[in-house]
């Protein structure tokens, strides 16, 4: 059976603590390992990205595999071909592959028929390698995460999901405060909140993202309006733990969700963040195909 990574709860606690510290091992010598040699990985991108296809290429690269990037309009699933025929006839050329996609009935149904790992690079309802990156950024910044407070700040979506999930596994407490009609349904583990001010209290890392996701553009003004209170600046993080961090999964639109103080600030880690993607992955594609 292959191994997938979909949401992120397919990690136990010790294997997802062993990812972050072979990640940051990996951070200290990027060529370390050839896990990779003869390899190739496919990435299929259905929706843009900078840092997701920057860190993966990059990432198998490094790793000594052969990246094989794949746009929706060079594929033939543009024109119809099955999702299943897709899963099989890519399990007969790349060692595993992942996709950024819609809904995540796609990627569920792809790892329903492949025959080597699938990884999810960005669903509709997950983004679980964002949150890989963001706990290692924790770990190279704190140490242990068992006891850390990160409260996530804004729309409840895919980013703040995967937090919730791979945040819960790590002992990391979680708490999402969004405004009515924007919140994180139940997840296990996660502390829902409406107000800011409360939900920063004692926080470790403050973290944010954009207001109006790739999606999202035709309630845009609506979002704009109810996420005006949720903007993650230095009166905010004033009011957590003294050693609180701000953190954002990128892009940004500074003075917006974020003020530009703290996306270039002192008190900032998003660029670190932003470089742990490659790390935490080649990590998360040593484990898949191990
Ligand atoms: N954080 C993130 O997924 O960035 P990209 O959309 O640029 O890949």
Redesign the pocket.
């Known amino acids: 059976m292959a191994r997938h990574f979909l949401t992120g709860a397919e990690l136990t606690r010790d294997e997802l603590l062993a990812l972050l510290d072979r990640a940051i091992e990996l951070k200290r010598d990027r060529l370390a390992s050839d896990a990779l040699a003869g390899k190739s990985i496919g990435l299929i991108f259905q929706?843009?990205?900078?840092?997701?296809?920057?860190?993966f290429e990059a990432g198998v690269f490094e790793l000594g595999g052969h990246p094989i990037i794949l746009r929706p309009d060079e594929m033939q699933m543009e024109r119809g071909e099955s999702i299943r025929d897709t899963a099989l006839v890519l399990s007969r050329h790349v060692q595993a592959f992942g996709i950024?996609t819609h809904a995540d009935v796609i990627v569920e149904e792809l790892a329903r028929y492949a025959t080597v790992p699938v990884f999810n690079?960005?669903t509709a309802g997950h983004?679980p390698?964002?949150a890989l990156a963001d706990l290692m950024t924790l770990r190279e910044t704190f140490g242990a995460l068992d006891g850390l407070v990160l409260t996530y700040v804004g729309d409840g979506n895919n980013?703040a999901r995967s937090l919730a999930i791979v945040g819960a596994i790590a002992g990391v407490e979680v708490r999402v405060a969004s405004p009515e009609g924007y919140a994180l349904e139940p997840v296990a583990g996660a502390r829902l909140f409406e107000d800011p001010v409360e939900a920063v209290d004692g926080a470790h890392a403050v973290y944010t993202d954009v207001w109006v996701s790739?999606g999202d553009e035709a309630t845009a003004d609506d979002r704009r309006r109810a996420l005006a209170s949720y903007r993650v600046d230095d009166a905010l993080l004033d009011l957590a733990a003294p050693e609180v961090v701000a953190l954002h999964?990128?892009?940004a639109h500074a003075g917006e969700e974020i003020t530009a103080e703290v996306l270039y600030g002192d008190r900032q880690r998003i660029w670190e963040q932003?470089e742990n993607?490659r790390h935490a992955q080649k990590a998360l594609l040593e484990l898949l195909l191990r």
Do not use: E, G
């Not at 929706?47 to 860190?55: D, F, G, I, V």
């Open positions: 929706k843009p990205s900078t840092r997701t296809r920057l860190s950024r690079m960005l983004h390698c964002q980013v790739m999964d990128l892009p932003a993607r």
